[in-house]
């Protein structure tokens, strides 16, 4: 069974808007990964954060950690049309992903 | 390109075949992991390997699954007698938590179609 949990399933946003999507697990979290997938193709690996982290930054991206609350989120900021893909989160833990949160950016 | 390959990238095979797929991990990482995706879902695991051994294995992966990874490097996954509910992408990903690699990087991923 999919321990993380994405949320929401779906996000329709214009371009420049931000974008925040949540993972929420059942088990302890730790060292959480965020993942990109354009559709049919691979998954990339865009962020880990470390769970004695709080929040992490990379680019356009800020990933939060609250191990009390078993969840994280992902925020993108200033969205393109590129960003259009599913985001997935998955624990090192037990290396199970979720549905995801597919994002779609209109121009 | 030193990240993960995986052969073939695609495989259409009749109900029954067995089917045999391929990866290569980037060359310093030690474990290796499988995962099976399906439309709309998220990826699945299946199986990971820390160096030669399999350290796990989901009940997802049935009797008609195998995996290898004989020499602690490339990596075969084997499905036997393939049924329809068999189709879907089958990914593979690895890393190296003993240097701090802590991230999975996914190959492309092969797409199977049993028909």
């Known amino acids: 069974s999919q321990q993380g949990e994405e949320d929401p399933q779906a996000l329709s946003i214009q371009e420049g808007e931000n974008a925040t999507m949540n993972c929420s697990y059942k088990t302890s979290i730790n060292n959480l990964q965020w993942y990109r997938q354009n559709s049919g193709r691979g998954l990339v690996h865009l962020i880990l954060i470390r769970s004695n982290e709080r929040e992490k930054h990379s680019g356009r991206l800020r990933v939060t950690l609250d191990t009390s609350k078993k969840s994280s989120s992902l925020l993108i900021t200033a969205s393109r049309a590129a960003d259009t893909a599913s985001y997935f989160c998955a624990s090192i833990n037990d290396m199970r992903f979720g549905a995801g949160t597919r994002l779609t950016v209109k121009p | 390109d030193t990240g993960v390959s995986q052969n073939p990238r695609h495989k259409i095979t009749k109900r029954g075949q067995n089917v045999t797929f391929r990866c290569d991990p980037i060359?310093?990482?030690?474990?290796l992991y499988w995962y099976r995706q399906t439309l709309g879902q998220g990826p699945e695991f299946l199986t990971y390997?820390?160096?030669?051994?399999?350290?796990?294995k989901s009940r997802l992966l049935s009797d008609r699954f195998s995996a290898e990874r004989p020499k602690g490097s490339f990596s075969t996954l084997e499905i036997q007698r393939t049924e329809q509910g068999d189709s879907a992408m089958y990914l593979c990903a690895s890393s190296n938590i003993g240097i701090g690699v802590y991230e999975q990087y996914f190959g492309p991923g092969t797409r199977l179609t049993v028909t």
């Open positions: 390997f820390q160096n030669e051994a399999q350290l796990e």
């Open positions: 060359s310093e990482h030690n474990r």
